[in-house]
């Protein structure tokens, strides 16, 4: 099986969920034999070696195109006012995604081979390829008109409010194209398959295909008696920066610098976390390449998340490493994992001051092992490849 594989970002370094979940997935079905191809619709501020990709990923060539991106706040109204006032049923997010210099790009490299399949590794990197005469492949990372939604809903601002519904209803409008359009959609949750479901009426085109990882314990190497917290995630995503704010302010005064710790681990833009860096206890690492270092001081990985879809990797990843988790409903949404069994849940600011103030680390350990063995069962990378290519055959 030969694959055309189109990703909105260079892939490397792996410093977010979306570019976890594209590795894994890859390297998991050359693992497989399957030949893949690979082409980033690369963000300006990538730093693309194609070597490196290559040797990491394993795959036959590495291909990218920088996109066009505004970067003052008169480049940024310039760019997008013309967006919205020429298109304006078109999401703003993929106005980068549909320039003609980029549209070539992909129909060069779809021409160059006989490919069987072209995949859209994410919903933004699909808009050059609707073009083209070729059996595509959707892999959704998350229903993103949901994440429209919550922000209308959740801003008090009127036009603001307006502006966020008016994006919701393209995006929505848009994604929905999208799946009715390819021949197949890998969701990576079950929740979202069946928000595809919903309204796609060839549920034969579906299949949920999560993340996979590799499972393997890290040793611990604790020196300190403080609970040590971690917070994983991309910092730019709405609702990882929403989410963490909430615990700095709602949660994290209620506890104490002398009896617990809080690391915090992402990219993206993280210029706001500057206003919470002089709270005692709370130290801010940026990106980190090896995660397996800072998993061996952990306690516990908290997922303060309310809203979004997909599946939390971040949890995935805590749990492949044997990190207890706690976390709301939505951030251990499409991971299967039993609240009070597997992972601790709550929602409420009491109900999280409360579950730390009471942490038990022998319970704590139970559960993550017990998390572990369920989704070392559900997420194994190797047998998530096999789906994917039984599948497609």
């Given amino acids: 099986m030969k694959l055309l594989w189109v990703t909105p970002k260079w892939t490397l370094p792996a410093s977010d969920g979306a570019r976890v979940a594209s590795r894994q997935l890859i390297k998991s079905l050359v693992a497989k034999g399957v030949e893949i191809h690979y082409l980033a619709l690369s963000h ?3 730093t693309e070696d194609r070597e490196v990709l290559i040797e990491d990923l394993g795959v036959k060539s590495a291909h990218f195109i920088k996109r066009n991106l505004p970067i003052s706040l008169i480049e940024k ?16 997010t993929i106005a980068s995604f549909s320039s003609s210099q ?10 160059s081979n006989q490919f069987d399949y072209v995949v859209a590794d994410g919903l933004h990197s699909i808009v050059p390829l609707l073009s083209l005469d070729a059996k595509l492949i959707y892999r959704s990372h998350n229903v993103e008109y949901e994440i429209w939604k919550k922000a209308a809903r959740e801003t008090r601002f009127f036009l603001k409010k307006v502006f966020l519904l008016t994006q919701f209803y393209a995006m929505r409008s848009f994604e929905r194209k999208v799946v009715h359009f390819v021949d197949h959609v890998f969701p990576i949750s079950e929740e979202d398959r069946l928000k595809y479901t919903e309204y796609l009426k060839e549920d034969a085109k579906l299949m949920t ?5 590799s499972f393997k314990k890290v040793q611990p190497t604790k020196s300190i008696d403080k609970i040590c917290l971690l917070f994983l995630g991309r910092l730019d995503w709405a609702p990882n920066k929403d989410g ?7 949660v994290w005064p209620h506890l104490s610098p002398q009896n617990f710790e809080l690391i915090i681990v992402g990219s993206g833009n993280s210029d706001w976390v500057s206003t919470y860096s002089g709270l005692e206890g709370v130290s ?3 990106f980190v390449e090896d995660l397996d270092s800072i998993y061996q001081k952990i306690d516990l990985s908290i997922i303060p998340i309310f809203y979004g879809s997909g599946t939390r990797i971040k949890l995935i990843e805590a749990v492949s490493k044997g990190i207890p988790i706690l976390s ?3 951030g251990a949404q499409g991971s299967s994992l039993m609240p009070g069994e597997e992972y601790t849940q709550a929602e409420t600011s009491s109900q999280w001051v409360d579950a730390l103030l009471k942490f038990d680390a022998q319970e704590s350990r139970d559960r993550a092992n017990k998390a572990f063995e369920r989704l070392q069962r559900e997420f194994a990378q190797e047998k998530l490849a096999q789906n ?4 497609l055959s």
């Fill in 44 to 46: 300006p501020e990538d």
């Fill in 77 to 92: 109204i310039f760019f997008y006012g013309l967006s919205f006032l020429f298109t304006p049923s078109k999401p703003l």
């Fill in 102 to 111: 980029i549209k070539k790009f992909c129909q060069k490299h779809f021409k």
């Fill in 209 to 213: 295909l999560p993340l996979g990882l």
């Fill in 244 to 250: 963490l704010i909430w615990f700095l302010k709602e």
């Fill in 284 to 286: 801010f690492y940026g």
């Fill in 328 to 330: 709301t409903g939505m």
């Fill in 388 to 391: 994917f290519i039984q599948k």
